[in-house]
């Protein structure tokens, strides 16, 4: 090792082999220094701190219980953790934390080696290594409720909720007491957003362990999500008496009470999370900038830049401390500064994702070939005649929120929000059989039949209803779905949902572009962190919305942001009269209107029309040049 470059670090694997070595050769100091080092280069897995504990326990057992208790806390199938701290928790007298660890102990001995081993080997980041040990399992024995829950941990971290979903399901078929694999499609239902299901799974949990913190956090999570704040708020106030310290509980709190309008107890709860001084700051900081409101203080700004630069801040604080930093200088017109915090925020964001923008390009093509005149024609009169679904497409920040906060102020629609169920129904279709053989989507449309659209037009109506019922209780006649995405599955809605109104929301594109490129989405958008993939996927939309107009001539309206906010009431008449609807002043007076609101623009969409951001992005235009190059000749769309 003495041979290596100084400015190559030493692999994970070989700095861990050193310190194990010196460790056996009894050299634990210098151990312990191996194992710091590698600490600083690489992400912090089980066996790191496995390793730091044995180095510990002799002299330091206190140390060493900490070390083992991280180690266990990264990688849960570590079997020798938990052998060393069920005696050195007998040791200082802690009997109850001793029998749960034997507890660990004795539910690890019941699994094959085989899979112990992958188990093991995925939570230290080896994720190839455990896949190949369970299908090899698999292969031979068959299956097994471990091996396929592993599986489905693989298949979430890879984005795959579907696949993650089926296999969990299949694992609560072979072993239906299995808590810890029901927990699990709890939380992938609600990545997916199927709350309700969620809800299902959470009950029979509770049934199980009623008092469970864990559990009733997960309860509130999905009320929250159909929009049962009357259930969420009460539980979330439970959970606080009982855990007060809980930075994430009181971020849960406060994007609630964000949700229902009640921005003031929000930014108090947000406030309380970022004094909690431990991880998760970014994100309350983060939570607050996303009010698009609120002001950040001096102390506030010293406080994130302080712990933006520190080495102890995870990644995932970093880059939300970023994008807050971001929005507290460009309130204060520091435009250089925020331009910095913004541009590498974004860089942070990027390199934890996987994104791959031909992949989305391709299937835009495929579908302008597939989805024709012709190929609608002759499916005329297919789907659910239902009138009751308004799509609200475009992309994020277009002005969407504004357009559904309209609508949603009509007496006959229920707003919603951004619904996942077109998405997941296209994500269904390409992993079925069929689409193996007919090129995934859009091929796989080829084989749907009449009674099929029929079917999964129902089955959105049915899926979306705990969505559609509004604070009175009753079932509006109509209501919008604002998943934006959905631009790219109109073949889709057109054969479920013939008789739905599709509004295509657009904003100036360089102003659209720069507002999603300082936004922090919660989840998916995975384009929106690079100037160049943000143009291209513009560029995508733009493309695709003409390929729909043509072929559908007549189903989607255009609205343009920029007109709506100069010229609010004929371009809100334009909108009710597609929509089939009529006339309502308060429509008009939309900010008026009090309901659940669950996307970034909930704060602005709250007061009158707002002018002033239409040419904000030009107090950056001097670093926007990759946007403006890749929208090219869209950039004047």
Not at 236 to 251: A, F, R, S, V
Not at 305 to 314: G, I, P, W
Not at 432 to 445: C, K
Not at 539 to 568: C, F, I, N, S, T
Request: proline share 5%; with cysteine; hydrophobic share 40%.
């Amino acid at each position: 090792m003495g041979g290596m470059p100084p400015d190559l670090p030493e692999s994970r694997d070989s700095l861990f082999r050193l310190a194990t070595s010196q460790r056996r050769a009894q050299r634990p100091l210098e151990a312990i220094e191996t194992l710091k080092r590698l600490e600083s280069l690489y992400p912090p897995f089980g066996s790191l701190f496995e390793e730091l504990g044995f180095c510990l326990a002799p002299e330091k057992p206190v140390n060493a219980i900490a070390a083992f208790e991280r180690a266990v806390s990264l990688n849960s199938c570590l079997l020798e953790s938990w052998r060393a701290l069920k005696e050195l928790y007998r040791a200082s007298g802690r009997a109850i934390d001793a029998s749960n660890a034997a507890a660990q102990i004795g539910q690890l001995a019941t699994l094959p080696g085989e899979i112990q081993l992958a188990c093991s080997k995925f939570f230290d980041g080896d994720a190839k290594v455990a896949e190949d040990l369970v299908r090899n399992y698999i292969g031979v024995h068959g299956e097994h409720p471990e091996a396929l829950r592993l599986l489905a941990k693989m298949a979430s971290d890879a984005g795959a909720e579907f696949d993650s979903e089926l296999l969990l399901t299949k694992a609560l078929a072979l072993a239906p007491a299995h808590e810890a694999a029901r927990q699990e499609l709890a939380l992938v239902l609600l990545k997916r957003q199927k709350h309700e299901q969620a809800r299902t799974q959470i009950m029979q949990l509770l049934q199980a362990s009623p008092g469970n913190r864990v559990y009733r956090a997960l309860l509130a999570a999905a009320s929250a999500g159909v929009g049962d704040y009357k259930k969420a708020l009460p539980l979330y106030g439970e959970l606080l008496k009982e855990t007060p310290q809980d930075p994430d509980l009181y971020l849960a709190v406060g994007n609630a009470l964000k949700t229902t309008g009640k921005t003031a107890e929000a930014i108090d709860s947000y406030r309380y999370a970022t004094r909690t001084g431990g991880s998760g700051i970014g994100e309350a900081f983060w939570a607050l900038a996303n009010l698009k409101t609120y002001r950040f203080t001096d102390p506030d700004i010293t406080l994130m830049r302080e712990r933006e630069t520190s080495a102890t801040t995870t990644t995932v604080d970093r880059y939300h401390l970023c994008f807050a930093l971001g929005k507290a200088l460009e309130d204060r017109d520091r435009f250089a500064e925020s331009y910095e915090y913004y541009e590498r925020g974004n860089a942070l964001k990027r390199a934890s994702l996987r994104y791959h923008p031909d992949t989305l390009e391709h299937m835009a093509q495929r579908q302008t070939s597939f989805a024709t005149s012709e190929f609608f024609a002759a499916r005329k009169g297919w789907g659910h005649e239902s009138p009751a679904p308004i799509f609200i497409v475009g992309l994020p920040r277009s002005g969407s929120t504004l357009v559904e906060q309209i609508l949603a102020s009509h007496s006959q629609v229920q707003g919603t929000l951004e619904l996942a169920d077109i998405p997941r129904l296209v994500q269904e279709l390409h992993a079925s059989e069929p689409a193996q053989r007919l090129g995934g989507y859009p091929g796989v449309l080829g084989a749907l039949s009449a009674a099929m659209c029929k079917g999964f037009g129902e089955k959105y109506l049915w899926e979306t209803k705990p969505y559609r019922t509004g604070t009175d209780g009753a079932l509006r006649p109509r209501f919008t779905d604002k998943m934006p995405n959905n631009f790219q599955y109109l073949d889709l809605v057109q054969l479920i949902l013939p008789n739905a109104k599709i509004l295509d929301v657009r904003r100036e594109p360089m102003a659209c572009g720069f507002s999603i490129f300082k936004q922090l989405f919660a989840n998916g958008q995975r384009f929106a962190y690079s100037q160049e993939d943000i143009g291209r996927y513009y560029r995508m939309y733009v493309g695709l919305m003409a390929h729909w107009e043509r072929v559908l001539p007549g189903k989607v309206l255009r609205v343009q942001y920029e007109d709506l906010v100069k010229d609010l009431e004929p371009n809100v008449r334009r909108i009710l009269d597609f929509c089939g609807l009529p006339f309502e002043p308060a429509c008009v007076e939309f900010h008026r209107t009090r309901r659940d609101i669950h996307t970034p623009s909930s704060e602005q969409v709250q007061q009158p029309i707002y002018k002033d951001g239409i040419d904000q992005w030009r107090h950056f235009e001097r670093w926007l040049a990759p946007l403006k190059r890749t929208l090219g000749a869209d950039g004047n769309t």
